[in-house]
């Protein structure tokens, strides 16, 4: 090349760029791969505030002994404690409860509950709530007194305004399935149960009729 002379363009299709396009790409590739696995071995939890739909990535924390209502030395949550939050938090929302229930009237659920209409959702709400341990899902109300099925669904409006009392479990959560770790913290006639029952869901731990 004579001096002076101006370089010719760089050829893209030389067998040389041609592989270090395909170095960047593998190294792309295997950063999805561990990100994938990391998002995979992590649960999904949705958390609520500013009525937006927060997720965050975490491991979920095993269950609190005395979550089932066994090896539980009293009820912590009170009925009427959880019937003002209800009527606050449907209330905040143009809303109002039909129905509320107390944990134990016959013998079971250790539940709390509560059916809302909202004034912007078409079907009703069923709000469950731990007696002993301040948690609380959203379920379908039940067709009638002999359903136990709890059919999990998210209520972000009333999540809301009940979290600052409480720790809301979203519906994927609680459909999770059961995992030895989290079970590694409860009581012995906890575990009894557990065996006897087999739950298979997260949400069939927490919020239960046990007898």
């Not at 960047?24 to 937006?52: D, K, M, P, W």
């Not at 209409?117 to 067709?143: E, K």
């Not at 002999?146 to 669904?153: A, D, G, S």
């Amino acid at each position: 090349m004579l001096l002076g002379q101006a370089s010719p363009p760089p050829n893209l299709c030389s067998p040389v760029s041609i592989r270090v396009e395909r170095r960047q790409i593998c190294a792309q590739l295997r950063l999805l791969r561990v990100l994938r696995h990391e998002f995979a071995s992590a649960n999904i939890r949705t958390g609520y505030t500013n009525s937006s739909c927060i997720i965050t990535v975490r491991r979920m924390q095993p269950f609190p002994k005395g979550v089932t209502g066994f090896d539980a030395p009293k009820v912590e949550v009170s009925a009427e404690q959880f019937a003002t939050a209800c009527h606050h938090a449907a209330r905040s929302v143009g809303g109002r409860v039909h129905e509320i229930r107390a944990a134990y009237e016959q013998i079971t659920p250790n539940f709390h509950q509560a059916v809302l209409a909202l004034r912007d959702r078409p079907d009703r709400v069923r709000v469950i709530c731990n007696a002993h341990h301040p948690i609380v899902a959203f379920t379908a109300p039940p067709a009638d007194d002999r359903e136990m099925r709890l059919r999990f669904v998210d209520c972000p409006e009333i999540a809301e305004a009940l979290s600052g009392e409480y720790s809301i479990m979203s519906s994927s959560d609680a459909c999770a399935a059961v995992s030895a770790e989290l079970i590694a913290e409860l009581g012995e006639a906890e575990l009894i149960q557990l065996r006897y029952w087999r739950p298979q869901r997260i949400g069939d731990v927490i919020f239960n009729y046990w007898d």
